[in-house]
C-alpha cells in the first residue's frame, strides 16, 4: 500500500511541479549522459550553461570524441572536478569506437565505460532507453531514508544498498524513466536538506522521520574525512611580456589543465625561504619580483588550497632549458586565455594580468 501511495504520488506532483530542463525534453542517450556527468557535484543553475554550450559545441558523441582534450577541458572551465571532463572525453571515444556512437543501453555495459557509475548508468538506462532501472542519488537518499526512518550511516554501502533494494520496489513499471525524474525532483525542491516543505507534502501521515520528529538525524553520516590542507605558491615567470606555463601531468588535482611554476611546501612560507628553481637563486639580478597577490582559499572536496602567485619579471634573457623547467613553454596573455586553466588560475589572471 505505502509503495502504492508514494509511486503515484511522486509522479502526480512531478506532473505538477516539475522544472523545464532541456535535457527533459530528449531521449537522446548522448544529451542525458552529457547533463548527469555535468550535473554530478553541480547545482542545475551551475551545470545549465555548461550544458547547453557543450550541446552547442559538440551536438553529437562524435563531435565530442573527435575534439582535442584541451579544448574540451577550456570548455569544462570552471565546473570543478576536471577528472569528469577527462572521463567524458575518453568514454565519448570509446562508445565511437567500440559502439558506433551509440550508448549500451544496459546498465552493466553502460556501467563498464569510464565515469559512469551506477547512478549514471542508471540514468541512461531508463531517461533514454526506457529500462526499469532505479536511480539512487543524494536527492534520493534523503528522501528514502527520512520516509523510512532508516537511521544507518549513509555512508556505508550496506545502506545504499537498502535504499537501492527500496526504489527497485518503488519504480514505476509503466513509467520508470518519469518515476526517476520525480524521485529526484521531489528530493531536490521539496523533500529539501534543510526546512523542507512538510506541512503540504502529500506523505506527511506516512513519513517515518517526520512522524518521529528526527528530520535532524535523518539522513545520517558519519563524520566526513578531514581535509588536506595544501599550500601552493605559483612563479609567474613573465619574460618580455610572456608567461612560463606548462601542463601539468600529476595526477591528484587539475590534471591536463596549464599551470605556472608551482612551489608546494607543507605550511605558508616567507618569500626568502621558498625552495625556488636553482637558476632563479643563482642569477638574482636578472630579476624582480614584480607583484605578490593575495592569499586565494581555494574548497576542493577532500583539500583545502592555500595559493599566492609571485610574478617574476625577467629583465635580461633567461634560460629556462634546465630540468627544473621540463614541459615549459612561453604563451602570449592571448594564448594563455585560450589555454585549459583551474577557475583559481583563471581567477588570479582576471585579476592581476590587464
Ligand atoms: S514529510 Fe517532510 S521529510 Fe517527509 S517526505 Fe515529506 S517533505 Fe520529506
Known amino acids: 500500500m505505502k509503495k502504492n501511495i508514494i509511486t503515484n504520488g511522486l509522479l502526480k506532483w512531478y506532473d505538477l511541479n516539475k522544472r523545464d530542463l532541456p535535457w527533459r525534453k530528449s531521449t537522446d542517450p548522448y544529451k542525458i549522459w ?8 553541480t547545482r542545475v543553475d551551475q551545470g545549465l550553461p555548461y550544458f547547453l554550450s557543450f550541446v552547442e559545441k559538440y551536438p553529437t558523441v562524435f563531435h565530442l570524441a ?40 544496459n546498465k552493466h555495459e553502460l556501467i563498464k565505460l569510464p565515469g559512469i557509475g551506477a547512478y549514471t ?52 513499471k509503466t513509467d520508470p524513466h518519469l518515476f526517476n525524474q520525480a524521485i529526484m525532483e521531489f528530493g531536490a525542491l ?52 610572456r608567461y612560463l606555463m606548462r601542463k601539468r601531468d600529476s595526477k591528484d588535482i587539475w590534471q591536463g589543465l596549464f599551470e605556472f611554476y608551482l612551489i608546494e611546501t607543507n605550511s605558508e612560507l ?27 582559499k581555494h574548497l576542493l572536496s577532500h583539500q583545502t588550497l592555500l595559493c599566492r602567485f609571485i610574478e617574476i619579471e625577467m629583465n635580461q634573457d633567461f634560460d629556462f632549458k634546465s630540468t627544473d623547467w621540463d614541459g615549459y613553454k612561453l604563451y602570449s596573455k592571448m594564448e594563455i586565455e585560450q589555454l585549459p586553466k583551474s577557475i583559481l588560475t583563471d581567477r588570479y589572471l582576471g585579476e592581476k594580468i590587464n
Open 121 to 172: 548508468a542508471a540514468a541512461i538506462a531508463s531517461l533514454a532507453y526506457g529500462k526499469q532501472e532505479a536511480v539512487v542519488d543524494g536527492n534520493v537518499i534523503r528522501l528514502i531514508t527520512r520516509l523510512y526512518g532508516i537511521e544507518a550511516d549513509i555512508s556505508d554501502k550496506k545502506t545504499i544498498n537498502e535504499i537501492q533494494r527500496i526504489v527497485d520496489k518503488l519504480i514505476s
Open 270 to 296: 616567507d618569500f626568502d625561504q621558498l625552495p625556488f628553481p636553482k637558476n632563479i637563486i643563482q642569477s638574482p639580478t636578472k630579476w624582480k619580483v614584480n607583484n605578490e597577490s593575495k592569499l586565494y
Open 34 to 41: 552529457l547533463s548527469e556527468v555535468i550535473l554530478q557535484q
Open 190 to 241: 521539496h523533500c529539501t536538506p534543510k526546512n523542507p516543505s512538510c506541512s503540504n507534502c502529500d506523505f506527511l501521515g506516512l513519513c517515518v522521520a517526520q512522524i518521529n520528529n528526527q528530520l535532524a538525524k535523518i539522513p545520517f553520516k558519519s563524520s566526513k574525512t578531514k581535509k588536506r590542507l595544501r599550500f601552493f605558491t605559483y612563479l609567474v615567470i613573465n619574460i618580455h611580456g
Open 66 to 105: 573527435k575534439a582535442h582534450i584541451d579544448e574540451v577541458l577550456r570548455a569544462w572551465q570552471g565546473l570543478g572536478y576536471y577528472s569528469r571532463a577527462r572521463n567524458m572525453h575518453k568514454c565519448a571515444k570509446i562508445v565511437v569506437a567500440q559502439f558506433d556512437g551509440i550508448f549500451p543501453e
